[in-house]
């Protein structure tokens, strides 16, 4: 790909957790994911993206996770979760959020 440069600075990871009945998600999908981009020197996430189902809850979660790292773990961003998203898709979230920390952890460990 003439012209095209390829940046390896960050990766993709994706977390997922299972929906809970009645939210407007669980008619699409069975299971939440959360997929970040991160750098991959500082764990820090440049860009995020969730499969709740409007676009104003999707940016929320992308406000709430741009510009955290994931080398500081993810308390902070519970908390945060816990204080500004009432949707009902938040436990999924943090389940997700969870989930997509634990497979930074591995890679990190390689």
């Known amino acids: 790909m003439e012209g095209k440069t390829i940046s390896t600075n960050t990766m993709i990871l994706v977390g997922h957790a299972a929906l809970p009945q009645g939210t407007a998600a669980k008619g699409s999908y069975d299971h939440l994911a959360l997929v970040v981009e991160i750098d991959k020197k500082y764990g820090v996430i440049v860009n995020a993206e969730c499969s709740l189902v409007t676009a104003l809850a999707d940016s929320t979660v992308k406000k709430l996770l741009v510009g955290c790292s994931l080398q500081d773990g993810v308390e902070v961003i519970i908390e945060e979760i816990f204080s500004s998203y009432y949707g009902g898709a938040r436990n999924a979230l943090i389940a997700a959020l969870k989930d997509l ?10």
């Open 101 to 110: 920390n634990r497979e930074y952890r591995k890679i990190k460990e390689m």
